[in-house]
Nanobody
């Protein structure tokens, strides 16, 4: 059974920091591409940051220079360090794992964690 469990969300002041974690189980984590998405009220889900099994990363323009994605394969965990948070970063943040097996791409999602940036 595949599980992705996010944690670390909460309420933070503008300019503050949070670190999200996503612990994975039931999948060969080290060969998965891991991605953080977010969805704000009334908006579509959008990609925030991704990290390949090789360690290569990509970021949305809106978070470049402020957010850092990393992974610890020994702990089956991916992290999102969020600094200089802005009110527009308020959203539910979701962890996603993509696993390629032969010709099939398997897609797994966590339940999400709320991040609220407000004074």
């Amino acid at each position: 059974q595949v599980q992705l469990v996010e944690s670390g969300g909460g309420l933070v002041l503008p300019g503050g920091s949070l670190r999200l974690s996503c612990a994975a189980s039931g999948i060969p984590f080290s060969i998965c591409a891991m991605t953080w998405y977010r969805q704000a009220p009334g908006k579509q889900r959008e990609l925030v940051a991704g990290i390949a099994s090789s360690g290569g990363t990509n970021y949305a323009d809106s978070v470049k220079g402020r957010f850092t994605i990393s992974r610890d394969n020994a702990k089956n965990t991916v992290y999102l360090q969020m600094n200089s948070l802005k009110p527009e970063d308020t959203a539910v943040y979701y962890c996603n794992a993509k696993l390629q097996r032969a010709v099939t791409l398997h897609d797994y999602w966590g339940q999400g964690t709320q991040v609220t940036v407000s004074s």
